[in-house]
């Protein structure tokens, strides 16, 4: 069956830019989750959708990131004025379960910002 | 102390050999508990989840161990296609928290 999708694959944005970063997550997952992996760094957690409830937004490094998933199925991360410091991989995760079960990850986009 | 904590490695062994990586994980709450592969620019791939004391999935062995608060996996009869980074990860309430990953590299 289909997977976590993501789009764009990549994204080339130069400083100050707007980027937005889609996920279409296994179809009726109910819980999505985003993560930002630096390059020989695990994933690190940004933030955790229960359907279309943001549950869990800690991880999120500024108020430039902004999630949402308005009908608790594709998601989208927005980031504003974008800064080099931001070039990483963006990871997409769907899982099943509420919590405790097993995430399925995207292809990703790696967002590289000049 | 980070969350979860890997030796980064690089491990290097020769094909048909046995392979252990551990992690160590510092939310004694944590209930689930989870191994990934993950190749060079690609995505991490589930490989094992580890929900009681341990669990063996063919060459595969991950073991849970609650008193010292740690996970093992165990690789035996190594291959080619095992190279890559293995990435321990467990639920932090809401979220999953991964560690660095250890990078294993199986020579012929």
């Known amino acids: 069956g289909a997977g976590v999708s993501q789009s764009p694959r990549y994204k080339v944005a130069k400083r100050g830019q707007d980027v937005a970063l889609r996920c279409d997550p296994i179809s009726g997952h109910v819980s999505l989750f985003w993560y930002q992996q630096a390059l020989g760094q695990g994933p690190e957690f940004l933030t955790y959708?229960?359907?279309?409830?943001?549950?869990?937004k800690s991880g999120l490094p500024s108020d430039r990131f902004f999630a949402e998933r308005p009908e608790g199925s594709v998601s989208t991360l927005k980031i504003q004025r974008t800064q080099q410091e931001d070039s990483a991989v963006y990871l997409c995760?769907?899982?099943?379960?509420?919590?405790?079960?097993?995430?399925?990850f995207g292809p990703g986009t790696r967002l590289t910002v000049t | 102390r980070k969350e979860v904590e890997q030796d980064p490695g690089p491990f290097n062994v020769p094909e048909g050999a046995t392979v252990a990586f551990n992690c160590t994980y510092s939310n004694s709450a944590s209930q689930s508990f989870f191994w990934y592969r993950q190749d060079c620019r690609k995505e991490p791939k589930l490989l094992m989840s580890v929900y009681s004391s341990g669990n063996e999935d063919g060459r595969f062995t991950a073991q849970l161990n609650r008193a010292s608060q740690y996970i093992s996996l165990l690789i035996r009869d190594s291959k080619l296609s095992d190279s890559a980074t293995y990435l321990c990860a467990h639920y932090n309430n809401n979220d999953m928290r991964f560690g660095a990953g250890t990078r294993l590299t199986v020579k012929p």
């Open positions: 995760a769907s899982s099943s379960g509420t919590m405790g079960y097993e995430q399925y």
């Open positions: 959708f229960q359907n279309e409830a943001q549950l869990d």
